[in-house]
């Protein structure tokens, strides 16, 4: 069967409190395609997480960033647009999704500056092993489902162990009370942070004039190694 054409989302992020000078409004388009694919689809808890990187867009110029679970990829596409290196990865095993990372960056003029790389979570694959020095993380919506959950914390706690200093800033959206992360944390020697939206502009709705429907609960969380010391 052959691919649907994608539809292209467009997202507008504008700093608050200025007439919006060009240096200070970023235009971003996302192709999607309707698929089966977790990955093929602009979840809303990516422009939660892309708002927090144009928020601290000047904190991630010239960082090492790289987007975990990226599906169409519109938190590593803004923190390209701010000055950062970005490498995108999704799971290897998912080949249409590292595709849908490679048109966005089409779509975006990143063509050739952002790597593109296959990382399926809780596996040390040379393309994790051979990664290397990354400054932060980033992950939207990617705690989807609680079978995923100890496989993502592995590859957070082996990136986090071999990148001292780094930390991992990730999107999550509210489907059932029980879930928690907590004994994984410890177990894994992480240790979590909620970050206040109100802190990054993302306390309202239709951020980066998305769009995106439905009534969704997301948070944004850090996570860190524990120190030992």
Not at 104 to 117: E, F, H, R, T, Y
Not at 190 to 195: A, F, G, I, P, V
Not at 198 to 206: G, I, S, V
Request: glycine residues 6%; aromatic residues 10%; contains cysteine.
């Amino acid at each position: 069967m052959a691919e649907v054409s994608p539809h292209t989302r467009k997202f507008l992020f504008r700093s608050s409190g200025s007439r919006n000078p060009p240096a200070e409004c970023l235009e971003v388009l996302i192709p999607e395609v309707v698929s089966p694919s977790y990955g093929m689809y602009t979840w809303p808890c990516a422009p939660v997480l892309a708002q927090y990187v144009w928020h601290h867009r000047r904190a991630f110029a010239n960082r090492t960033v790289l987007e975990i679970g990226a599906g169409t990829a519109l938190p590593g596409i803004v923190a390209a647009k701010c000055g950062a290196q970005v490498i995108l990865s999704d799971s290897g095993q998912l080949p249409k999704c590292l595709r849908n990372c490679q048109v966005s960056c089409q779509a975006n003029g990143l063509a050739g500056s952002v790597a593109v790389i296959g990382l399926t979570w809780g596996v040390f694959t040379p393309e994790l092993l051979h990664l290397g020095p990354v400054d932060v993380i980033l992950g939207s919506d990617c705690f989807y489902d609680p079978s995923v959950f100890e496989d993502i914390l592995v590859t957070v706690s082996y990136l986090l162990e071999h990148n001292p200093g780094a930390h991992f800033i990730f999107s999550y959206q509210e489907r059932a009370s029980d879930w928690s992360l907590e004994h994984l944390l410890h177990k894994w020697n992480l240790s979590c942070t909620q970050l206040p939206l109100l802190n990054f502009d993302a306390d309202t709705t239709n951020i980066a004039e998305s769009n995106l429907p439905g009534s969704h609960t997301i948070h944004v969380f850090q996570i860190t190694r524990t120190s030992t010391t």
